[in-house]
């Protein structure tokens, strides 16, 4: 009972398992998993609650008695059947929602795995990966929540993606080209240092509002990893370099001889190009005996240590397939409330489509009509809106399949200088395919023009 709380979001990756393997007798762990999964006595590392982390109810709901968070989420899988919008901006409105939810819930302190970046480049030229992660640790901090963020390059043990993507790199090709990015200067740090190094840092007042750079004893690039990997595999294999980086054929090339989806190595091969050393810290210094690449390796191709399985997911029950979520970065230059920026597009509409839709309000009631016929009903809901974040539930009208699920809101991130507008498990009414081609690309479209018209207007 004495046992510090944790909550872990991300839970079911890499990095999360592996921490409830090791730590789950030293803290009393909550994993937040977007299935539910099936009560099993025999499984005791750690309490599983469903959680939709696009919901801030839900969030703060799965987060209830926790005293610290470790934060491992990144949105590059879409889990509805169209996902529109950048894995950057469901990354932030991922952070938004549990930094808000930690703040409500009096978290004591946020651990953030992000990834190092480049000292000697400003943020507008690293990769969209690299410039998300950035996103992720300022948004994680502006609730007043303390925040931690260690950045690391690859993280080197069984099952991580990074090295996957070496080993099977390795296992397939009798001959590697290595591209521009394979002969960058990086800094791997084992799995079981990095678990090390969160654990000591969690709770510890003296890394709040730091951000810490960790890697291994030793820096190398990519080229001599698959060298090495080769080596500790007993494969003969012919490693040569080449001048060119080609982001697109990189990927194209990782995806089909390793099987990952391209939506995940893209964003990593991008941030390749950067120089990712970590800088020397206080927390480094703690931790002289960190492994190298090869031991790390080694171990990581050896391992006989096994995640233990997790409880059985339960099936989805009544959940609907063809749902859908549009999430869209608006500018805000002149920093205006989300309050502002909902009532805005609800007068700006009309005016853009010259009265052929409209939009009647009545209290907390609106619907968006065409030539009159009701196309979508929205109601406000002020107990979980601010000027900070405004949300509509979808709750009738000729578009919408259901009334029961789908919400719309507007909400403002990065220090007010973006809204963010977003709809979250909108179910159309049209037949499928009809909606991806025609209502689906219309909203896009919309809201492109509605940004544009923001930026105008502020200027």
């Known amino acids: 009972m004495d046992r510090p709380t944790v909550v872990i979001a991300g839970a079911s990756g890499f990095l999360g398992r ?26 005791t590392l750690a309490e599983w609650r469903q959680v939709e982390l696009y919901s801030i109810t839900s969030t703060e709901e799965g987060m209830e008695g926790a005293d610290y968070a470790l934060y491992l989420v990144h949105s590059m899988s879409p889990n509805t059947r169209l996902n529109q919008g950048s894995f950057e901006d469901t990354d932030l ?42 996103e992720v640790e300022l948004t994680l901090a502006s609730t007043g929540v303390p925040v931690t963020t260690l950045r690391a390059g690859i993280i080197v043990g069984a099952n991580g993606s990074s090295f996957q993507m070496i080993e099977r790199l390795v296992r397939k090709l009798p001959v590697l080209i290595c591209p521009a990015w394979c002969q960058t200067v990086t800094h791997p740090i084992s799995l079981n240092d990095t678990l090390r190094i969160i654990e000591y840092c969690l709770g510890r007042e003296t890394t709040y509002g730091s951000t810490i750079d960790i890697g291994g ?104 397939r063809n749902t859908v979520r549009s999430v869209q970065r608006l500018p805000n230059p002149e920093q205006h409330t989300a309050t502002y920026v909902a ?31 009701p196309l979508l009903r929205l109601t406000f809901i002020p107990s979980r809106s601010d000027d900070h974040r405004q949300l509509f539930y979808i709750v009738g009208g000729l578009l919408a399949k259901r009334r029961d699920k789908g919400w719309l809101e507007f909400r403002n991130v990065l220090d007010d200088h973006f809204t963010i507008s977003a709809i979250h498990d909108f179910v159309p ?20 023009r509605f940004g544009e018209y923001l930026s105008d207007r502020n200027a």
Do not use: C
């Open 429 to 448: 009414a049209l037949p499928w395919y009809v909606y991806v081609v025609t209502q689906a690309q219309a909203h896009t479209w919309v809201m492109k």
């Open 217 to 320: 004893s030793e820096t190398t690039t990519y080229m001599k990893m698959l060298a090495t990997v080769a080596r500790l595999l007993g494969k003969r294999r012919i490693i040569r370099p080449v001048r060119f980086f080609s982001p697109g054929m990189s990927t194209l090339w990782v995806s089909k001889f390793t099987g990952m989806s391209g939506d995940l190595v893209r964003p990593l091969v991008q941030s390749l190009r950067h120089r990712m050393v970590a800088t020397n810290n206080d927390v480094l210094r703690a931790f002289p005996d960190r492994e190298n690449f090869e031991t790390a390796a080694r171990r990581a191709l050896e391992s006989t240590e096994q995640l233990t399985p997790l409880p059985r997911r339960l099936p989805a029950g009544d959940e609907e």
């Open 93 to 134: 409105l991922l952070a938004d929602n549990f930094a808000r939810a930690a703040a409500n819930q009096g978290l004591k302190h946020i651990l953030f795995v992000g990834g190092i970046l480049p000292d000697d480049e400003p943020i507008e030229d690293l990769s969209r990966h690299l410039r998300s992660r950035r």
């Open 343 to 373: 009532r805005l597009y609800q007068r700006w509409l009309p005016i853009f489509f010259r009265a052929l839709i409209g939009v009647k309000s009545q209290g907390d009631n609106s619907t968006f009509r065409l030539a009159g016929v």
């Open 18 to 43: 592996w921490f409830i393997e090791r730590y789950h007798q030293q803290y009393r762990i909550i994993a937040l998993s977007r299935s539910a999964m099936a009560t099993d006595p025999a499984y």
